[in-house]
Each structure stands twice: as C-alpha cells, then as structure tokens.
C-alpha cells in the first residue's frame, strides 16, 4: 500500500548529517536533486572521488562541510527549463514516514530555489500518492510521537 505524501515535507538524510530539510514533492521531475556547491571531482590515492558542500551558505543548515563521496556516476538531466545538462549522482538515503529509504540524488545549484530538495518520480512513483492539498504528513507524524 502506498503512504500519501503532500506537495511538501521535510525529511531527514543521515549520511549527509541533515535533518528536518525542506523537500518539496516534484511528479513533474524524473530524478530527485539536492542543492549543492563546490562540486568537483579530486583525486584520493589515485582514484577519482567526488567533492561538495551542500546547501548555500544563507540556508540555515548551512554547514560548510566537505563530503567526499567515492561511489557516484553522471546522469544527463533535463532541467525545468527544458536544457539537458550532465549532472553528478550520488546515493544515499532519506527517512521520511519515519522508514529509511534509498535514494539517488543528482548533484546541482539550487540557490535560486526555494527548497534544497525535490523528489522526483522515480524515488516516489512505487512508494507514495501525492496529495497536493496536504503538506508536512512525514513531519507531523514525527512531530506526534
């Protein structure tokens, strides 16, 4: 049975040390993507790992923390605006209705976004109904125990 979510929520991820983050549920995108800076690749004992801070220094949960990630790929990604750019994967997971997922993430610069979050399609297409009346159900239930 699949757990209705609303247009809004907030989430945790553990191992990108963020809890109750704005995410904002996307039907319309395929991928689900996370704001990022300072994304590069850099070499560690001579393999190719990837590098980047998450969120925008003005978000409140703005850490300034390097992650390195060393099992990542590329996805080319069309954007809202209809242009297809290569972006970096990562996988990780989410708690969300108190049950831990997993989810992949493309990397990319969101600054301009209100929410450093979308979960797109394929992350919610086997697990949710999408409620767009209703916001916050994961953090509610949350917020109640």
């Known amino acids: 049975m699949k757990i209705t979510i609303g ?9 990108l040390s963020l809890s109750d983050i704005d ?6 995108a395929y991928t689900s993507s996370i704001h990022c800076s300072d994304i590069k690749e850099i070499m560690v004992d001579g393999k190719k790992h990837l590098c980047f801070k998450l969120l925008d220094p003005k978000h409140l ?3 300034n923390k390097e992650f ?6 590329n996805k080319k990604v069309k954007s809202s ?7 970096f994967l990562i996988e ?7 049950q831990i997922f997993s989810i992949h993430l493309t990397l990319s610069e969101r600054k301009e976004m209100k929410f450093p979050i ?6 919610l297409s086997t697990k ?7 916001q916050n159900l994961s953090h509610k239930l949350k917020s109640n125990k």
């Open 23 to 28: 995410v904002k549920i996307d039907s319309g």
């Open 128 to 134: 949710f109904v999408i409620d767009t009346a209703k």
């Open 7 to 15: 247009r809004i929520d907030k989430a945790d991820f553990p191992e």
């Open 68 to 73: 390195i990630f060393k099992n990542y790929s």
């Open 92 to 98: 990780t997971s989410i708690i969300i209705f108190d």
């Open 118 to 123: 979308l979960l797109g399609r394929k992350f």
């Open 81 to 87: 605006n209809g242009i297809s750019e290569k972006r």
């Open 61 to 63: 949960l703005y850490s």
